[in-house]
């Protein structure tokens, strides 16, 4: 079975830094997406940034971008700029591209603190 | 506009009592899922459905009962509430085809539920 795991309970960063937050995956399949998804106090689920497994190249949205390093099985999240807007809890997400469902399977979240 | 729409928003049931958490999408997509939030374990899911008519078994099953009788609803059914179920409960959606956009999650905005 697939695992995801994010190591980093809680982060902080300086508005206007950079963070970067990781994430590890567990997985026998060679193919698969990878999703950031963030949660802010709203509790309101949307999606950061994508990636497709096959792709070498990394997924960037405006200030979001990944660091996909397939054989290592990781998937990195780098927040550059950051704003107060993006304090929230970060979630890590695989879903396999495979025939065993639409199933997608998230990391215990790393909560994301940015100071003034 | 067009969404996921989950009821109750909150919700403080007694122990042994039958709960039914409803979830309705507008987005006509085929694949429909139930989560549940706690602290440290990130998002955990409970059953998904592929497509109307059938229904699947996710990560934490038991005590939970899901139906998918049309494409737009997914109710999640808890027998006998018991204390441990206490969560935050986040319905989702995808359209579920092979199409690499269509594997994102479209999320309600959670049922807060207290099991007394």
């Known amino acids: 079975a697939q695992t995801v795991t994010q190591s980093q309970p809680e982060m902080s960063v300086q508005e206007a830094e950079t963070v970067t937050l990781s994430c590890t995956y567990d997985?026998?399949?060679?193919?698969?997406?990878l999703f950031w998804y963030k949660q802010p106090p709203s509790r309101q689920m949307i999606l950061v940034i994508r990636q497709e497994a096959y792709k070498q190249q990394n997924a960037t949205e405006n200030r979001f971008s990944v660091n996909f390093q397939k054989a290592a099985k990781s998937f990195s999240l780098k927040i550059s700029d950051s704003q107060l807007g993006d304090a929230a809890m970060y979630f890590c997400a695989y879903r396999s591209a495979g025939t065993g469902g639409f199933k997608t399977i998230f990391g215990a979240g790393t909560r994301l603190f940015v100071k003034a | 506009i067009a969404g996921i729409t989950q009821a109750p928003t909150s919700q403080i049931l007694a122990a042994g009592r039958r709960m039914t958490l409803r979830c309705t999408q507008d987005?006509?997509?085929?694949?429909m899922y139930w989560y549940r939030q706690d602290l440290g374990l990130g998002l955990r899911l409970i059953h998904y459905?592929?497509?109307?008519?059938?229904?699947g078994k996710g990560e934490v099953p038991d005590g939970y009962s899901v139906s998918r009788a049309n494409t737009d609803d997914f109710p999640l059914t808890l027998a006998s509430a018991v204390p441990s179920q206490t969560s935050v409960y986040f319905c989702?959606?995808?359209?579920?085809?092979?199409?690499?956009?269509?594997?994102?999650?479209?999320f309600g905005a959670g049922s807060r539920l207290t099991v007394l």
């Open positions: 987005m006509r997509h085929n694949a």
């Open positions: 997985t026998s399949e060679s193919d698969y997406y």
């Open positions: 459905s592929n497509t109307a008519g059938t229904t």
């Open positions: 989702a959606s995808s359209s579920g085809t092979g199409l690499s956009g269509a594997n994102v999650l479209t």
